[in-house]
């Protein structure tokens, strides 16, 4: 499909009418901008990423050259690494559009949302395009265009698509997580109203989705993007739920785990030792069979790649006696999420074969416990 033509007009207009919108979420912007250079390119300043976000808001709804201009000063400050700099922009991007459809709705004003999309598209375009030459070996991978089939498109509206799907009889696939265990079912449409859709849904996956607070739906031959929904009302004597405000999620991370990952009954207090013996303790958030996080207050000089010793104790019925709860692994350190007074670990753990048959146990046990409770919240809602 070819791209619509943006005149700087047009572009006037829009930033007239959503004048309050886009001064009010400037600060957000930068913020969120910012705290994606922290956690995805740590070779940024924070000052420097907060310079780009500005430069970046600021430069959406220029002339088409002006954006041609501030794209090579970006890329420049932002250490001519393409594929970076296409990550950053349009993930900053969604959530733009993401935020704006929010404000349109709380405040009851005209959504000019397609307009936006075609900024966006055209701006990540010239971004793309007329890259100097002497970058072309690190530019293979700056890729991020907009699909003409999908992320919003006028065409192939997400509401269209459910109707698509309700007139082909075809059901959808939903996902939550509760407290770490994937609950996923398929259902069916019931019926369209407007922005709402309601659905058939099992009772388990309709509490899991409540307690979530939001809907997921995985990725299928009609929608080749996940879905996020707001819920309007679930039902548990109809077993139906009723959704509301469709998004396209970039990616479904709980899809991606290999095991499953539970959060633990306890406070198990971990300690994690470096080279020379420095000690940092927190509390076990969660695990899997090769991964677990863990949450302190401490950061002792922990780093991404860093390779450690993880120590902690299990507390579960599964574990006899009291020498067999103690878990003892080598781990390697694959992020830190640095919070306002507090630090996640997330880890990828490489336990022997004792440490393993301890760890699965303990999962296994707290997976049906955790289907337990789970059921157990659903009887409050079933008569």
Do not use: W
Request: overall charge negative; hydrophobic content about 40%.
């Amino acid at each position: 499909m070819e791209k619509e033509v943006i005149s700087q007009s047009e572009k006037e207009n829009f930033l007239v009418t959503s004048a309050l919108f886009l001064k009010e979420f400037e600060t957000v912007f930068i913020d969120y901008f910012t705290y994606l250079c922290a956690n995805y390119d740590k070779s940024m300043s924070q000052e420097e990423s907060r310079e780009i976000a500005f430069t970046i808001y600021h430069g959406l709804f220029k002339p088409d050259l002006k954006i041609v201009e501030l794209k090579e000063d970006i890329f420049i400050r932002i250490h001519q690494n393409s594929a970076m700099l296409g990550f950053l922009i349009t993930r900053s991007m969604f959530y733009l559009i993401d935020n704006y459809l929010s404000f349109v709705r709380n405040h009851h004003i005209p959504s000019n949302i397609e307009f936006l999309i075609n900024c966006v598209s055209q701006f990540i375009t010239l971004m793309e395009n007329e890259t100097p030459k002497i970058y072309n070996d690190v530019t293979v991978a700056f890729d991020v265009r907009f699909s003409d089939d999908v992320m919003f498109s006028p065409i192939n509206n997400i509401l269209e698509v459910f109707h698509q799907m309700k007139e082909a009889n075809q059901s959808i696939v939903f996902l939550n997580l509760y407290k770490g265990v994937p609950i996923s079912s398929e259902a069916s449409i019931a019926k369209i109203e407007g922005e709402n859709v309601t659905f058939y849904i099992d009772k388990l996956q309709e509490i899991a989705m409540k307690l979530d607070g939001k809907a997921f739906i995985v990725k299928n031959n009609y929608f080749n993007k996940h879905l996020k929904a707001d819920i309007v009302d679930c039902n548990f004597q109809t077993n139906t739920v009723v959704l509301t405000n469709f998004i396209y999620l970039l990616n479904m991370p709980a899809l991606q785990r290999e095991f499953i990952r539970v959060h633990p009954d306890i406070v198990a207090k971990v300690f994690l030792h470096q080279s020379g013996n420095i000690q940092t303790s927190g509390r076990l958030f969660d695990i899997s069979l090769h991964g677990l996080g863990v949450v302190s207050s401490e950061n002792n000089g922990i780093f991404v790649g860093a390779r450690i010793l993880v120590e902690f104790e299990l507390n579960s019925a599964s574990i006899a006696t009291q020498g067999d709860r103690k878990i003892e692994v080598q781990a390697e350190v694959m992020n830190v999420i640095e919070y306002k007074d507090s630090y996640r670990y997330c880890m990828r753990m490489f336990p022997d074969q004792e440490m393993s048959g301890k760890i699965f146990q303990y999962i296994v046990k707290r997976e049906d416990e955790i289907l337990e409770e789970l059921n157990n919240e659903l009887s409050e809602y079933v008569l």
